[in-house]
């Protein structure tokens, strides 16, 4: 008989501990298979085998064997290594990370929806198309715009659309040579990624503490010349965290050039109610579905993108087009000689936009208003309790200047004391707070963003954090280096991961 | 409700802490002419027992494959996935994180895409795959993109068997780059490796060929790529079903450098046409033109294995203008539902699937091949969809057995198809589903609606 201290603890690499740091690695799916093990089950074949030729056969793909059991080990193990909305506080600035209301979820799964068939007859699909019209129109409103095309898949993928339905409207007017994109130095990155998809050239417009310099702009317009101008590309409330008070003089600058004004959603949650992107002359925007309608982020993926454009536009946009004829039926228009065609297979992201038609109807118009009032009302609280120590370059509310739903620090004084804005990022996963986004739109930089549906327990206890971490910044800086000190693994050599990458398992 | 949790007291404590009496003090900053005063013209708020009745209602509004016998395809597949996906996909871990930017507070979604890039290059039998794209379509685009990139050259040959929704997306991403699409003529439905060699020449970035293509026959990638490799810098793009992978010849086997699908098959509902999921594939050497997330092994401070993103110059939010592409995001929950679809199936499930569908497929064909008035439209061999010639309009068929809870597949000359065969051919798909007593009811369906 084996005594308990004869046994050798082989497979046990740590005693079980208070820290998430002391958790055992999670070995790959793939250093657990077992030859003969299985997951799920098949039918037999109930019909006779029919011919198949030998040349037309491949080797066996080589996945992992695994039981059902440990599988769901597997996968739940690896959900318990990650930060996510629902467990931690997640102020990742311009990402928008509101909850993810649980109905969003059903509804999308119901087999009435989530089983449909993308090329089924119209007069079998009716109410998804309802519920696609409906999504279309609670979009127009909000924007106050003209026409929606639910078509795009994220928000870059939007960016793109409708820069392509821009250049094809003006190649449609005999001015295909408008083939100048401007957009401000803050911008995201996709603005100018996405111009270039679209052959467009991009000119960077200088921004003054977050602002858009109207000097510049109108200097780079006639230096340029306002024949080749197509668009400008801004983002209101801005990457900086503030509403552009010249928004609307911004937009007569442009068409007086007879160019037109685009505007990234991205942080439309600051202004959802308040004021509309169509009053203020935009000419088309795209959305983010998972940003300001809750759709989850889901690791990163997927989202919708979808667009708003003017009546000039509208005819450019991609097909099909869902539509309500007179009789109140409803049906997918792939008959547009103007479209720019597809940017994606089938209709869209219609599994997101059910989430958002659920989150839309649950807020209605006043609760609208009241996420963007919240939001802000979040943000500049935050940024109210915490800018004694961490400096903020753009708030100032002795002299009016707010910030919308999001807000920048640097912190100065903090960093010259011998850390970098690195470790007091890491050091905040120990606390389990999710980091904020760094670097950007200025270096040295944390974009906050706390959202509408954080409670103000949970924004005390940020600033708890935040102080906390300050004053062992004050006490001793050497510590941070060495976070984060409590997470299911210390810090990660990004460096070494892309000199000699390795993107792929070999045994 | 609007899902805030900020009580009137609470504000009112907030707002002092700012120094500002009133909520509209922080809206100031908008002037006044553009302010909006009214309401938005939405429905009223919902409340959760509202919404539940009503989307039951819209649904219920809905009949498709869960109420019918599904036998279409061209891009979409009614297959089985293990419930057990839905219910992993559900943990807010899961569903609630973002990007995987920090690495420390990510290793879970980390870990998962690492494990699924692994699979997408054992499937496709190439060196590495990306974390995904969009979808099937806009996988295409980007592969045409990267080839084109890599090459320096102008020329795009696509294969004129490719899904038209792929062409279509491709040409609205190529209409502004300073290249040339031209499609290779399909011989009984499919691309001989002659035409493949008639239009090449030395200004060819890529060659697109789809196996099984949109009409779901076997392409003849081997001849077709090897014709494409007579030009030395040329890209063999395979565009690929997945569920094939598990039973015929991989890219990566016939000689594909970049290999792309659609990834709904695996495990992912068709939604109406999504979210879906693009794979995308390739050889070592395009490593840094790669469009899409890329996850990276590498290790901690401790030396303990870790993951995280890499290879983010490639990226737009660092490249700006000169990125290889706008995308910013992938398809995570989609590629975590793919790859716990097949950790679940495994080695031996995934060549079962792979033949329920193959046989099945056949076995309808061979029985509808018999009807009077009906015969199967190519000769070559096919997978697990095919397009048949009817007695009547598949407009009619449709109809007909619509009334009799059967989507007996779609119409060939559908201009949501982009119209790619005759008014009397349906493109019908089995999978696995599909039972032999459904596969017989629906022979006998067709058999009465062309009498």
């Known amino acids: 008989m084996t005594t308990v201290t004869q046994a050798e603890p082989t497979m046990i690499e740590s005693m079980p501990a208070q820290s998430r740091g002391a958790r055992p690695v999670e070995p790959l799916i793939f250093e657990k298979s077992v030859p003969g093990q299985r997951g799920v089950d098949l039918p037999p074949l109930d019909v006779p085998k029919a011919e198949l030729p030998a040349d037309l056969i491949g080797a066996p793909v080589n996945l992992p064997s695994i039981g059902q059991h440990d599988l769901m080990a597997h996968y739940t193990h690896l959900s318990d290594r990650n930060f996510s909305v629902d467990g931690n506080f997640y102020p990742l600035g311009s990402c928008t990370m509101k909850h993810n209301p649980r109905i969003n979820e059903w509804a999308a799964s119901l087999p009435g929806f989530a089983q449909l068939h993308p090329l089924q007859d119209d007069d079998t699909i009716q109410g998804v198309l309802r519920l696609l019209y409906e999504t279309r129109t609670f979009l127009q409103e909000i924007a106050g715009l003209h026409e929606v095309s639910l078509q795009p898949a994220a928000g870059a993928h939007g960016e793109y659309t409708a820069l392509k339905c821009i250049c094809a409207y003006f190649k449609d007017h005999g001015q295909a040579q408008r083939r100048l994109v401007f957009a401000t130095d803050n911008a995201h990155g996709t603005n100018p990624a996405s111009c270039t998809m679209c052959g467009a050239d991009v000119v960077a417009v200088k921004s003054v503490d977050g602002w858009t310099d109207l000097d510049d702009l109108k200097r780079l317009i006639d230096e340029r010349g306002a024949e080749n101008v197509a668009a400008f590309m801004i983002t209101n409330p801005n990457t900086a965290g503030l509403f552009d008070s010249n928004i609307a003089r911004i937009a007569d600058i442009l068409h007086e050039a007879g160019a037109m004004l685009y505007m990234d959603g991205a942080n439309m949650n600051a202004i959802l109610g308040k004021t509309r992107p169509g009053d203020f002359g935009v000419d088309a925007m795209h959305y983010n579905t998972h940003k300001t309608f809750s759709t989850p982020h889901g690791c990163g993926g997927p989202g919708a993108g979808p667009i708003a454009v003017n009546e000039k536009l509208a005819s450019y946009l991609p097909v099909p087009q869902v539509m309500m004829a007179a009789d109140g039926s409803f049906h997918l228009d792939c008959d547009r000689p103007k479209s720019i065609g597809k940017v994606r297979g089938f209709i869209g992201q219609v599994g997101v936009l059910i989430r958002c038609w659920a989150y839309i109807s649950a807020c209605g118009g006043e609760g609208l208003r009241n996420v963007a009032e919240k939001s802000v009302l979040n943000a500049n609280y935050l940024a109210a309790r915490l800018r004694d120590v961490y400096e903020m370059p753009f708030f100032a509310p002795e002299k009016g200047r707010f910030c919308a739903h999001e807000f920048v620090t640097v912190p100065k004084s903090l960093l010259e004391k011998g850390v970098t804005l690195i470790d007091i990022a ?82 | 409700m609007d899902y805030t949790q900020i009580t009137s007291d609470e504000q009112a404590s907030m707002l002092g802490a700012i120094g500002v009496k009133d909520i509209g003090d922080l809206f100031e900053v908008i002037p006044e002419e553009i302010r909006f005063t009214d309401t938005l013209d939405l429905p009223p708020a919902m409340s959760e027992l509202e919404l539940q009745r009503a989307l039951v209602e819209m649904a219920a509004d809905n009949h498709g494959p869960h109420d019918m016998v599904c036998f279409m395809g061209a891009g979409a597949y009614d297959h089985f996935y293990p419930v057990l996906i839905d219910q992993l996909i559900s943990r807010g871990e899961y569903l609630t994180a973002y990007t995987p930017y920090q690495a420390e507070a990510s290793q879970g979604s980390l870990q998962a895409f690492f494990e699924f890039q692994t699979q997408m290059a054992r499937l496709t039998g190439l060196d590495i795959a990306n974390a995904s794209v969009y979808d099937g379509a806009s996988a295409v685009a980007e592969a045409a993109a990267m080839s084109l990139g890599a090459s320096g050259k102008k020329r795009v040959l696509v294969a004129s068997t490719l899904h038209t929704h792929y062409r279509r997306v491709l040409d609205t991403y190529l209409a502004d780059q300073p290249a040339e699409c031209v499609e290779l003529d399909q011989i009984d439905g499919r691309i001989s490796p002659e035409t493949v060699r008639e239009n090449l020449d030395e200004d060819t970035a890529c060659v697109v060929i789809q196996s099984p293509n949109v009409w779901g026959l076997i392409e003849d990638w081997e001849g077709c790529f090897t014709a494409a490799h007579e030009q030395p810098k040329t890209c063999a793009v395979a565009v690929f079903n997945p569920i094939a992978c598990g039973l015929l010849k991989k890219p990566g086997e016939c000689g594909a450098d970049i290999a792309i699908g659609e990834g709904q098959p695996l495990g992912i509902p068709m939604s109406l046409g999504g979210p879906h999921l693009g794979l995308f594939a390739a050889r070592q050497q395009f490593i840094r033109k790669m469009p899409g997330r890329l996850i990276g092994r590498t290790v901690d401070a401790e030396g303990r294995p870790a993951y995280c993103l890499t290879l983010q110059t490639r990226e737009q939010h660092i490249k700006g203008a000169k ?88 119409d060939c000359s559908s201009p949501r198809i982009g119209a790619i065969g005759e008014p009397n051919e349906l493109l019908i798909a089995v999978t696995e589903k599909r039972t032999r007593h459904e596969l017989d009811a629906f022979v006998e369906v067709l058999g009465e609606v062309s009498a």
Not at chain 1, 432 to 457: A, G, I
């Open chain 1, 426 to 507: 890491k050091r905040m996963i120990d606390y389990d707070v999710h980091p904020p986004t760094m670097h950007w739109p200025v270096h040295d930089c944390l974009m906050v963003e706390p959202t509408e549906t954080e409670s103000k327990r949970t924004l005390d206890r940020f600033v708890d954090v935040m102080l906390q971490i300050a004053r062992q910044i004050e006490s001793d800086p050497e510590s941070l280096h060495e976070a984060p000190t409590e997470s299911v693994i210390r810090r990660a050599d990004e460096v070494a991961a892309a000199r000699k990458p390795v993107l792929v398992w070999e045994e």
């Open chain 2, 323 to 410: 990125a290889t592409s706008n995308i910013c995001t992938n398809q995570g929950l989609m590629a975590m539902r793919a790859t716990m679809f097949l950790t679940a199936l495994g080695q031996a499930g995934m060549r079962e699937l792979a033949e329920l569908c193959y046989h099945k497929a056949h076995y309808l064909a061979g029985r509808i091949a018999e009807l009077d008035g009906y015969s199967l439209k190519h000769d070559g061999p096919f997978f697990h969809e095919f397009a048949v010639q009817c007695p009547k309009p598949a407009g009619e068929i449709i109809a007909a057995c619509k009334a009799r809870g059967i989507l007996p597949g779609v």
